[in-house]
């Protein structure tokens, strides 16, 4: 959402995995097995959560709507970047 795209691709997943493979010794010893769980069972709950359609190849992203009493609690709590997270806000 913050990069402006409302889609997804199961690439996109292997990217974010392999970013997080260079930032962590212990992430790059993990199996391209374990990657590939990992992947489907990302796009399973962002789907089960109501967030992307279960398209096959690619998957829509919907902006969740935050109530606004979740927005306060959130801003409360010093997590105004989960807000902005979710938002798609810069």
């Known amino acids: 959402m913050i990069i402006g795209s ?3 691709k199961p690439g996109d997943v292997n990217i ?6 260079l930032q962590s010794e212990k992430v790059a010893g993990w199996t ?3 990657f590939a769980r990992l992947g489907k069972n990302y ?3 962002l789907f089960e959560a109501g967030m ?4 096959k190849d690619v998957r829509k992203i919907f902006k969740p ?3 606004p009493e979740m927005e306060r609690w959130l ?3 010093d997590m105004e ?3 902005k997270a979710l938002s798609g806000v810069r």
Do not use: C, P, S, W
Not at 16 to 21: E, G, L, R, S, T
Not at 52 to 55: F, Y
């Open 65 to 67: 709507i935050l109530e």
């Open 6 to 8: 409302n889609e997804y």
């Open 32 to 34: 391209d097995a374990t």
């Open 16 to 21: 974010f995995f392999k970013d997080k493979q």
């Open 81 to 83: 970047q989960i807000v």
């Open 75 to 77: 801003a409360d709590h």
């Open 52 to 55: 992307t359609d279960k398209g």
């Open 43 to 45: 796009r399973m709950f």
